[in-house]
């Protein structure tokens, strides 16, 4: 099982590219560990070496996924999120516990945060519906990644027109957060929402788009025809 990390580890290593570091520290604040491969290829890379864990059961799957966060690399981070969802048919209950903790201990920027978010663990919230009050809790941590993830998990589900009680609740408890990549989370979420339910949305945007941050509010209404876009922007006659 260790060969397949170290296979993949010179493989990533092999596709070192200067310009990928360059043009990916463009696109986050944070400093990241990085090999410098680019997206399409890591995708790729992921694909290959899932090929060769046939037979293996989740958890020896898991257990991949957890080594490879924890090297801290970004790349390798990205193939352990494809690689938990692959295995999304078998996902139950007590997986829960353990998307939050590599949450929680190894995702340390908005892309690898959105990538496990918006497929393993959305995928999942839509098979385990009993679970969504519990992002209420990752809403409130001091963590800005698990706060983010509260949102972004919703996505998915969102867009197929679920959770709108629990999206409107979630937004409630970050409606005020200072965090701006916290504020493009949970606008997003509110966008996606927008799409099944247009109505119940910009009534919420109107209710608080005076306290809202511009930032959250801009994210919200990106799918919304542009004369309700216009009256949600207005600011308030002195």
Known sequence: MNQIIENIRKELKDNMDEKAVLSSRRFFKEELKLYG????????ISKKYFKSLKGKTKKEIF??????MK???FEETMVACRWAYFVHKQYEPSDFDLFEKWIEKYISNWACCDTLCNHPVGEFLEMYPEFVPKLKKWAKSKNRWMRRASAVS???PAIHGKFLKEILDIADILLLDKDDL??????WMLKSASQSHQKEIFDY???NKDIMPRTALRYAIEKMPSEL??????????
Not at 63 to 68: P, V
Not at 182 to 187: E, L, N
């Open 71 to 73: 090297s801290g690399y």
């Open 229 to 238: 876009k216009k009256k949600a922007m207005e600011r308030p006659t002195k």
């Open 63 to 68: 257990d991949l996924c957890e080594q490879l």
């Open 205 to 207: 945007l109107i209710k």
């Open 154 to 156: 919703l996505i998915w």
């Open 182 to 187: 916290v504020q493009k989370g949970y606008g």
């Open 37 to 44: 491969v680019k997206a399409a290829l890591v995708h790729q």
